[in-house]
């Protein structure tokens, strides 16, 4: 019983709440004290039933107050409707305690009740029979209204039908959403099955024909009577076998349909009821932005659109903290004073929007003002004071990149701390929230005109929009929301710099690293011209995941592991594909940190040079090794510039891990270099057995006999000095050694 007087509670406080702010801007709508006498009239009678004396005492006191506001005897300002809500406040911290609790709340919060119950009878003093008239008035006033609001619950008889309602736990229900799942992909099983059936017919179909080709090919030959009798017999079972399985197929296609259709709308059904209306969870909102503007002296309204949305009900949930941050925000730095607001030609009272609808098959939440929004000039100067970049890299930044600092940890652009604001505690819990349920958020600012954050979502958590990639023979998804773009890249467009292949994507160099190495799964050469790469990350940290193929988009049912596994290492949830085999679903945030913690261990290079092999048929592939980028990139391009293919080592060490894992028609490396130099370098290929053959160039600043002697003899095939480099020098020497680019 308790339980339900809580929910009771709930629901009513949300009504009242909601009437006293409509009343609080429009005073002379006085069809909404209907409205809220009723709804303190109903909570009495629930507090009744549950034994709560006090709860009836404060319920009584709201319902004498409404009254006598109808009567024209009280008028509800500013001060008696913060009076009111504290009585509001009050019974819901009574729902909320416990049973064996209650008592005890209300020894320790008797004075404050009755201080409240006396403050509020002196508003309506000097009505000497008001207390004992208002249940029969309210009583009277509720059977003679035909209009009663539809969404306030009444007490039913015992003859009439009671209310279809069950209350049922999250697992219970989260359990029946994954069995309507399974019950969904077993219908799709049908499918593949019915074809698989329709070939059999037409099998059969050819058994006739060729059945009836050879009764035909031996009828000259004047068979026995019994011969052709066989024959017959044999043409009549398969010409029955063939209606029969017809007849089956027939039943089998309408079953199919019947059960998809039926499948289908179980599920949809029982993911119906995880949804909930987005006004349920944004109901307290008003209130809150009501009591903080008060708090600042601001005029502020709350405007909420698309209360009737559906929302995921866990979503709605945690969407409950970040969008108090963002309304927060919204009203302390978004909304100006009064004075401010008139002075720029706006009204007194700011407005701040909050709206959730669907769009593009994602759910889209709007949070916005008409506020002075944010200079992004301002903003610039800001970033560069908190030395988070340097002034020369903020002023080519875009619009959109220096709002992106503002959901940093810790980033504030105000200049003092409240109890409020000014910590720079918010938005970053905002991003991470939304992250979290494979959203975004996208902020645009108009300076002047006010702010505006949008929060892009999936309509549910129970179902995701993948795309379904291929790893070594086996498919992944990864959520369609986390994907900044998918392609197939040439493998002409892929370079190379200090040992790691990119590619450029718009303004941005890519770094690609293999999907087989994140995974820890058999490394393979990948076949084709091209390479398929999902890009992920955020603009500050974006790397190229290589796959074996792209396999198309995909709606999956989200199931979670067993939670006896605990965190799979890049793994998030699985599903189940349409034939009933298993697909897991990655963990993108976390295979970036994976790929982050490879490229500062240094363990990405060797291995990726053995998954992507970006030589063509006929290219030749050369390794210049030097502890200059200048020089590096000098022979690279020059290189590259006539065909062949070339990659680059920073020093000795880098170089002869390289040449192990890779596979090269020549080496170009300098002498003077750290960890391994030239010399030593060359001694090592030209004592492995694998790797001597390949011919090893040496280019030296070093321009004396000897130190040519020393390179010969360490098994070096040519000796160029950079005092005589030139590009003609260079590539003569490369087609002396290996020839042409391409053979």
Same mark, same amino acid.
């Given at each position: ?340 607001? @008139?002075?720029?030609? *706006?009204?007194?009272? !700011? $407005? &701040?929007?909050?709206?959730? =609808?669907? %769009?593009? +098959? /994602? ?67 905002? @991003?991470?929230?939304? *992250?979290?349920?494979? !959203? $975004? &958020?996208?902020?645009?600012? =108009?300076? %002047?005109? +006010? /702010? ?75 076949? !084709? ?7 992920? %990350? ?206």
């Amino acid at each position: 019983m308790l339980e339900l007087f809580q929910a009771e509670t709930e629901n009513q406080a949300a009504i009242l709440t909601s009437g006293l702010l409509e009343l609080e801007r429009n005073p002379t709508a006085s069809h909404h004290l209907e409205v809220l006498m009723r709804a303190a009239h109903s909570l009495k009678g629930a507090a009744r039933i549950v034994n709560l004396g006090m709860a009836v005492k404060i319920a009584h006191a709201l319902e004498d107050c409404f009254v006598a506001a109808q009567n024209g005897l009280v008028q509800l300002g500013q001060a008696e409707i913060d009076l009111l809500f504290q009585g509001i406040d009050l019974l819901l911290h009574i729902s909320k305690c416990r049973e064996s609790e209650i008592n005890k709340w209300e020894s320790d919060h008797e004075t404050q009740i009755n201080r409240f119950l006396s403050s509020l009878a002196g508003k309506v003093s000097g009505q000497a029979s008001l207390t004992e008239s208002a249940p029969q008035l309210a009583l009277k006033n509720i059977a003679g209204d035909k209009h009663l609001d539809a969404t306030l619950p009444t007490v039913s008889s015992k003859n009439e039908t009671p209310s279809q309602a069950l209350r049922v736990t999250a697992d219970s229900l989260n359990r029946l959403l994954g069995l309507a799942g399974e019950s969904l992909v077993e219908s799709r099983w049908l499918h593949p099955f019915a074809d698989s059936m329709r070939r059999l017919k037409r099998l059969q179909f050819d058994l006739t024909k060729s059945l009836e080709g050879l009764r035909d090919t031996l009828e000259p030959y004047q068979l026995s009577e019994r011969a052709q009798d066989q024959m017959n017999e044999a043409l009549g079972k398969v010409t029955e076998c063939r209606q029969f399985l017809s007849d089956r197929m027939m039943d089998l296609e309408m079953f199919d349909r019947r059960s998809a259709n039926l499948s289908h709308r179980l599920y949809q059904e029982v993911l119906q009821c995880r949804m909930r209306p987005f006004g349920d969870g944004v109901n307290r909102f008003p209130r809150m932005v009501r009591d903080l503007a008060r708090s600042l002296s601001k005029e502020i309204k709350l405007e909420v659109t698309g209360e009737y949305t559906q929302v995921d009900r866990e979503i709605l949930e945690r969407l409950e903290a970040p969008l108090a941050h963002l309304l927060r925000n919204a009203v302390d730095h978004g909304c100006e004073m009064p004075e401010e607001r @008139q002075r720029a030609g *706006k009204p007194a009272e !700011g $407005t &701040v929007h909050l709206e959730a =609808r669907h %769009g593009g +098959g /994602m759910l889209l939440i709007i949070v916005s003002d008409d506020g002075p929004g944010v200079d992004p000039e301002k903003l610039r100067e800001a970033i560069v004071q908190k030395r988070l970049i340097a002034r020369s890299v903020a002023e080519k930044l875009s619009e959109m990149e220096l709002l992106e600092f503002l959901l940093l940890p810790g980033f504030t652009m105000k200049e003092t701390v409240t109890e409020i604001s000014g910590r720079g505690v918010g938005l970053d819990v905002v @991003q991470n929230v939304v *992250k979290s349920l494979r !959203g $975004t &958020v996208r902020m645009i600012t =108009r300076p %002047g005109k +006010g /702010m505006r954050f949008q929060l892009q979502l999936p309509l549910t958590l129970s179902v995701l929009r993948a795309l379904l990639l291929e790893v070594a023979g086996e498919p992944y998804a990864i959520p369609l929301a986390q994907i900044v773009r998918a392609l197939k890249i040439p493998k002409s467009k892929i370079n190379t710099l200090e040992g790691r292949n990119y590619f450029t994507l718009g303004d941005q160099q890519i770094g690609l690293v293999t999907a087989h190495q994140v995974l820890d799964r058999a490394e393979h050469a990948l076949s !084709g011209d091209q390479l398929s790469v999902v890009v992920l %990350g955020d603009r500050t940290a974006r790397y190229g995941l290589v796959v074996d193929n792209l396999l198309g988009e995909r709606e999956l049912v989200v199931q979670g592991l067993d939670p006896r596994l605990g965190k799979v290492k890049d793994i998030s949830s699985g599903a189940l594909m349409e034939d009933g085999s298993p697909v897991l679903i990655l963990d993108v945030e976390d295979m970036v940190r994976s790929i982050e913690k490879l490229v500062a261990t240094g363990d990405l290079d060797s291995v990726q040079r053995k998954a992507i092999d970006v030589e063509t048929k006929r290219s030749k592939r050369i390794l210049a090794i030097d502890d200059s980028l200048t020089v590096r990139e000098l022979e690279r391009k020059l290189l590259a510039s006539h065909g062949y293919v070339t990659e680059v080592a920073v020093d000795g060490m880098d170089g002869w891990n390289a040449v192990r894992t890779g596979n090269y028609d020549l080496v170009i490396t300098d002498v003077d270099m750290p960890r391994m130099d030239g010399i030593e370098l060359a001694t090592l290929i030209k004592k492995d057995p694998k790797l001597k053959s390949i011919p090893v160039m040496i280019v030296s600043y070093k321009d004396r006999e000897e130190d040519r002697m020393r390179g010969l003899e360490a098994g070096a095939d040519y000796y160029l000095t950079k005092g005589s480099f030139h590009n003609e020098t260079l590539l003569q020497a490369v087609v002396d050694l290996i020839g042409e680019a391409e053979s």
